[in-house]
Structures are given as structure tokens and as C-alpha cells.
């Protein structure tokens, strides 16, 4: 089955400086990239994903670069702030059937230092 | 209420107990799930339902036991669990076919003693 790592487990960046978190994938079928931020006591919010035909996506100030040859893909945070502060997994998967598994990552925790 | 919603928020439970997780989505969406999130490890997908039908359990230990009664609730029966079990429950639905993303639900928070 498929095997994500995601590092690092923790970072910490001072406000406004960028932070990038990276993950690797096993299965080269793979097809969908999701990244999840999880605040303290939250739920998992997706805040933004990327499909295997394209090579990188831009959401303001994230984006997601994903290298299929390498089977790395990863998230770019730019001007962080406070609230950017939290726990982000990434994720792959393959559809199977018609309901996608996903796997995720073992977490980054994003500290953004005032 | 709107979204994904869990019930009970925290439960505590003796290793002889029989308790439910209850799971409901309000977003018309085809598929549910459960995960298992405990400190320091991944998210651990246990279990999907898609169209009422259980596809994947990926060995998921007995004592756990899904139900999907309909498309919009989704049940997880608990059953004489160890303390390791103890680990925040996630349910989470998403519209296949379309655009994928997963919602996931606030989460049951369960200790085993």
C-alpha cells in the first residue's frame, strides 16, 4: 500500500519569513495530493490540493509543488503570520472505485514565532 | 447544524463496555469514514463506506464495528478495547465523482481505562 513521510515533524519560523514543508509518496499511482492544517482542538480543514496532472497550484500565499518523477511533493507557506500556526499533514491517494483512501503523513507542527 | 457532526465530543469507557460513536454528515455526500488519530502517529484510516456499502476496513481489529445505516449517518460500535485504543476519532464524508475533499467532523475524544 501506499506510504507517505512528512518532514520536519516541527518547525518554527518568525513572522513573515516563508515555511515549506515537504512529503514523499511511495505508489507511483498516486493521483491526489491533499494538505490538511489542524489547529489545537480542531478538526482537519483541507486549505489546499494538487492532482497529478498538474505541477504546482497557488492559493494566495500557499502553493503546493509536486514532483511526480521524484514522487515529492510539497507546501510553501510565504509571509506566515500567528495564525498560521499549527499541525499540517499531507496526504496522497488513489481512487479506489469510487471512494478515495487517503494516506496521510505523520504531521508537521508550524510554529509562527511573533 | 451544518457540515459533519460527532457525537458523543468525549468518552470515557472501562475495557468491559459496550459504547457507540455516532457520525452524521449534512452535506448530501456519497462516501464516510473513520480514522483513528493518536499523538505523534499519522491519521489512520479504519474504515469507508461509499453508497451505504463498506469498501475498505484495512484490518481494523474486531472490536470495532461500523454501521452505515444511510448515506448521512455513519456508527462505530465499540466492544471490550484495550487502552491503547484510546485516540481521537474522526469521522469524515466527501462527494466522490466530484471534487474529493474530505470533511471531517470534530472528532470524538476517547480514553479507555
Known amino acids: 500500500g501506499e506510504n507517505v513521510e512528512q518532514h520536519p515533524s516541527t518547525l518554527s519560523v518568525q513572522e513573515g519569513d516563508s515555511a515549506v514543508i515537504k512529503c514523499t509518496y511511495s505508489d507511483s499511482a498516486s493521483n491526489y495530493f491533499p494538505w490538511y492544517k489542524q489547529e489545537l482542538g480542531k478538526r482537519p480543514q483541507l486549505i489546499i490540493d494538487?492532482?497529478?496532472?498538474?505541477g504546482e497550484k497557488k492559493d494566495q500565499r500557499i502553493a503546493v509543488t509536486l514532483n511526480k518523477t521524484a514522487k515529492h511533493f510539497s507546501l510553501h507557506i510565504t509571509e506566515t503570520q500567528p495564525e498560521d500556526s499549527a499541525v499540517y499533514f499531507c496526504?496522497?491517494?488513489?481512487?479506489?472505485?469510487?471512494?478515495?483512501?487517503?494516506?496521510f503523513g505523520s504531521g508537521t507542527q508550524l510554529t509562527v514565532l511573533p | 447544524e451544518t457540515g459533519v457532526t460527532q457525537t458523543p465530543r468525549h468518552l470515557v469507557m472501562g475495557m468491559t463496555n459496550k459504547k457507540s460513536l455516532k457520525c452524521e454528515q449534512h452535506l448530501g455526500h456519497n462516501a464516510m469514514y473513520w480514522y483513528k488519530q493518536s499523538a505523534k502517529k499519522p491519521l489512520e484510516l479504519m474504515f469507508v463506506?461509499?453508497?451505504?456499502?463498506?469498501?475498505e476496513n484495512n484490518s481494523v481489529p474486531s472490536r470495532f464495528s461500523p454501521e452505515c445505516p444511510n448515506s448521512s449517518h455513519l456508527f462505530l460500535h465499540l466492544h471490550t478495547l484495550q487502552p491503547e485504543d484510546s485516540a481521537l476519532y474522526l469521522c469524515?464524508?466527501?462527494?466522490?465523482?466530484?471534487?474529493?475533499?474530505?470533511?471531517f467532523g470534530p472528532g470524538t475524544r476517547l480514553t479507555v481505562l
Open positions: 496526504a496522497a491517494s488513489l481512487s479506489s472505485g469510487s471512494a478515495r483512501q487517503l494516506t
Open positions: 463506506y461509499n453508497f451505504k456499502e463498506q469498501t
Open positions: 494538487i492532482r497529478s496532472n498538474v
Open positions: 469524515a464524508s466527501s462527494q466522490e465523482d466530484s471534487a474529493n475533499e474530505q470533511f
